[in-house]
């Protein structure tokens, strides 16, 4: 071990979770999602002694595996949710709102630094890194309000995931610009080439490796039924670990391939969505989520510095706004067709940010394209969006239930008030 | 992150799990237990070249941290098959075996050093890395053959929790004596006072305080039962998060105290035990255990470094032999009143050494007690009764089956053959 000794960081991530946990439950008393008080938690831990007495400030990558790992395992849950097939029927307004929710946030980012700084690459970074939506925190709360199943819910999880793919093709692009490259019109469609085609083979092998081995395995088992003496339990092929391994290697994939590593596990869990009846795996990713995603939402909280926002905290606020405002125009346009409330909730399941707008920010402040001082902006921006949506997300669906008089399960039993 | 990339840690990661599960699965094919498998994958990794190729000559820190977890989750779901009412039981029977499980080999260890090299540190640290059983394989043999509630292997836990707080001391004894300080008798004292006090802590805080937040928990929760228009799913203090935390605080607590993290991990099995009726877990570790465990015995297996052991193997096998024998004999001694085929049983349960008797040389060799050739000497011991003691445990288990009559559940239904 290299750096910090075992009982150090056994005391960091025991010291973690239950901050985490316990803001989480304070959250929920108050009738506000957990992931708020897991992202608080995170930025308590940053921005106060504790940061240095659990010797973070010496290594915090243990940790920062942790929360890979926990948002990794949620983004394939969320795709359990999420078969194929569904998607098919959703991909056309999907894919709208995906669409109009890129080209707006950009050229408000865009435009907004073209206008202060006149500095074209840093407006292109800007601009990027208010593109990608974090589907995690919107996964965590819709999953958390029982509405995974909800035509709304399904869309703002594959708008997501085609926003995903389009924030790295924008993303690409920009870098090519910014380093004056000569690549052109050929890298940038290169590039797309490549993310389209990553989609589009973890569908074909998804539909038509994985059910050939199924069959295989099925002929396999029935032999094998009769139990003998001081025989041992079987594991053979249980569906965990082949989750775990389809999981982690389409996130690998995914990396190889220039992608986030969340959008191969989210494509590996709409694969596995599809065997859901041979191999349920949903019951068994629960207790590992519930061990490893508070530490995703600490790591996104501990990204917070507050001391650094000082002297940046108006330019901050605005490109807040407007990143918010952006989304919730440019993707409820996109699925204007659903109606007021349901574009609304669309629109607002958007707006997170979260670790991808960072992540895209890092790559420019490594590259020298944007400052240190901007890189804590969209630091904020990331941020607030974060938080400012669940909340609001919140609000929409219940809006959307009063709207159609729905109230969930409670209410079939008390229809005679109504 | 410093050091690796993400890309490359996930890389590491679902390479190392593949690995693990291939080798265990071809294993179980040969009735072998999957542990070995892992182990084997291990030895693979760490001495070819997927070791540089994984880039964890790197940085392994990330991998041993999940190790570390691994090892802490499954000590936890150990001592939830172990409630104290149970121990108490068998505490006579274990404490024997213990002892004698103790006394035996560190004599031994003792005497062949002092013969070889008339070095009184050397020989005494050698002695306290022979002392220490690893209870991780032994349970995870017995989990897999599911006999974890026989009256044998609660014996083997409850000895080897024993033999770790004596392993710890002895150890303890044995750093005072080499460093040559003062303390004399008084620190030996006050070591194991500070050992014997932690359990005894947590016996009484588990069995007094755990009961009265039960009550408290039972009262609050009644009068929540109605269901209010679009509320979300209820956390409040579900039994998972409760047992991770106290299980790490556990273990933190333990290597506070000076005892190994999985000592406290034990204990806070067995507190929970005592409350299964009302918090159960135990099917909650079970996936997160399956992630994590195999990463531990790739690590076991990773310590081994085979080039480094043509110098000294003759004297690795010689000590391996004096390590299997007498534990072998010891702690069948201390079962002796179990009857030949248990007391059998016993003494093969406690053989594997597993990563206590490497943690404790490597001590050794950090203060400069014994050499790096000898600490290779006791990482072929350890890891080589680690991978004889698993078999040869299924063959005793399978003896006394067959003694018994008794043949597993699948013999109710085959009684007409006989």
Same mark, same amino acid.
């Given at each position: 071990?290299?750096?910090?000794?075992?009982?150090? #960081?056994?005391?960091?991530?025991?010291?973690?979770?239950?901050?985490?946990?316990?803001? /989480?439950?304070?959250?929920?008393?108050?009738?506000?999602?957990?992931?708020?008080?897991? #992202?608080?938690?995170?930025?308590?831990?940053?921005?106060?002694?504790?940061?240095?007495?659990?010797?973070?400030?010496?290594?915090?990558?243990?940790?920062?595996?942790?929360?890979?790992?926990?948002?990794?395992?949620?983004?394939?849950?969320?795709?359990?949710?999420?078969?194929?097939?569904?998607? $098919?029927?959703?991909? +056309?307004?999907?894919?709208?709102?995906?669409?109009?929710?890129?080209?707006?946030?950009?050229?408000?980012?865009?435009?907004?630094?073209?206008?202060? +700084?006149?500095?074209?690459?840093?407006?292109?970074?800007?601009?990027?890194?208010?593109?990608?939506?974090?589907?995690?925190?919107? !996964?965590?709360?819709?999953?958390?309000?029982?509405?995974?199943?909800?035509?709304?819910?399904?869309?703002?999880?594959?708008?997501?995931?085609?926003? +995903?793919?389009?924030?790295?093709?924008?993303?690409?692009?920009?870098?090519? #610009?910014?380093?004056?490259?000569?690549?052109?019109?050929?890298?940038?469609?290169?590039?797309?080439?490549?993310?389209?085609?990553?989609?589009?083979?973890?569908?074909?092998?998804?539909?038509?490796?994985?059910?050939?081995?199924? @069959? $295989?395995?099925?002929?396999?088992?029935?032999? @094998?039924?009769?139990?003998?003496?001081? +025989?041992?339990? @079987?594991?053979?092929?249980?569906?965990?670990?082949?989750?775990?391994?389809?999981?982690?290697?389409?996130?690998?994939?995914?990396?190889?391939?220039?992608?986030? !590593?969340?959008?191969?596990?989210?494509?590996?869990?709409?694969?596995?969505?599809?065997?859901?009846?041979?191999? =349920?795996?949903?019951?068994?990713?629960?207790?590992?989520?519930?061990?490893?995603?508070?530490?995703?939402?600490?790591?996104?909280?501990?990204?917070?510095?507050?001391?650094?926002?000082?002297?940046?905290?108006?330019?901050?606020?605005?490109?807040?706004?407007?990143?918010?405002?952006?989304?919730?125009?440019?993707?409820?346009?996109?699925?204007?067709?659903?109606?007021?409330?349901?574009?609304?909730?669309? /629109?607002?399941?958007?707006?997170?940010? /979260?670790?991808?707008?960072?992540?895209?920010?890092?790559?420019?402040?490594?590259?020298?394209?944007?400052?240190?001082?901007?890189?804590?902006?969209?630091?904020?921006?990331?941020?607030?969006?974060?938080?400012?949506? =669940?909340?609001?997300?919140?609000? !929409?669906?219940? $809006? @959307?239930?009063?709207?159609? /008089?729905?109230?969930?399960?409670?209410?079939?039993?008390?229809?005679?008030?109504?």
């Amino acid at each position: 071990m290299n750096g910090l000794s075992i009982e150090i #960081i056994l005391l960091q991530i025991f010291t973690l979770f239950v901050l985490a946990k316990v803001a /989480g439950l304070i959250c929920e008393r108050f009738k506000v999602s957990s992931v708020i008080g897991e #992202i608080f938690a995170g930025i308590i831990v940053a921005n106060t002694i504790l940061f240095s007495a659990l010797q973070l400030d010496v290594d915090i990558s243990l940790f920062e595996i942790l929360a890979e790992l926990g948002v990794i395992f949620l983004l394939f849950a969320v795709g359990l949710e999420t078969p194929f097939s569904e998607l $098919r029927k959703v991909g +056309d307004t999907a894919t709208k709102v995906a669409i109009l929710g890129v080209i707006l946030p950009f050229l408000a980012g865009f435009a907004m630094f073209m206008i202060i +700084d006149n500095n074209l690459n840093e407006a292109l970074f800007i601009g990027a890194a208010m593109v990608a939506t974090s589907v995690g925190i919107t !996964a965590r709360v819709i999953s958390d309000m029982n509405v995974t199943r909800t035509l709304e819910s399904r869309i703002i999880v594959g708008a997501a995931v085609i926003d +995903d793919v389009l924030g790295m093709i924008v993303l690409a692009i920009v870098m090519g #610009i910014a380093a004056g490259s000569s690549g052109g019109i050929l890298d940038i469609i290169l590039i797309s080439l490549e993310a389209v085609l990553f989609v589009v083979l973890v569908i074909l092998l998804g539909s038509i490796l994985l059910p050939k081995l199924r @069959k $295989r395995l099925d002929k396999r088992r029935k032999p @094998k039924s009769t139990i003998h003496c001081g +025989d041992r339990k @079987k594991a053979s092929i249980s569906p965990l670990p082949l989750a775990i391994i389809v999981c982690l290697g389409l996130a690998v994939l995914a990396t190889v391939a220039g992608l986030a !590593a969340i959008i191969g596990a989210f494509l590996a869990g709409m694969v596995f969505a599809e065997f859901k009846d041979k191999w =349920p795996c949903e019951k068994d990713f629960g207790p590992i989520n519930d061990f490893l995603v508070p530490f995703f939402f600490l790591h996104v909280g501990m990204l917070v510095n507050i001391e650094s926002f000082s002297g940046v905290l108006g330019i901050a606020i605005i490109l807040t706004l407007l990143a918010v405002v952006t989304k919730w125009v440019g993707c409820g346009l996109g699925a204007r067709k659903m109606g007021r409330e349901s574009s609304n909730i669309v /629109g607002i399941g958007m707006i997170p940010r /979260g670790e991808v707008g960072i992540i895209i920010a890092a790559i420019g402040v490594g590259a020298a394209f944007i400052s240190e001082e901007l890189f804590s902006v969209v630091v904020f921006m990331s941020m607030a969006t974060t938080i400012i949506a =669940p909340p609001l997300l919140e609000w !929409a669906f219940r $809006r @959307k239930m009063k709207a159609d /008089g729905i109230c969930g399960i409670s209410d079939n039993s008390s229809t005679g008030k109504k």
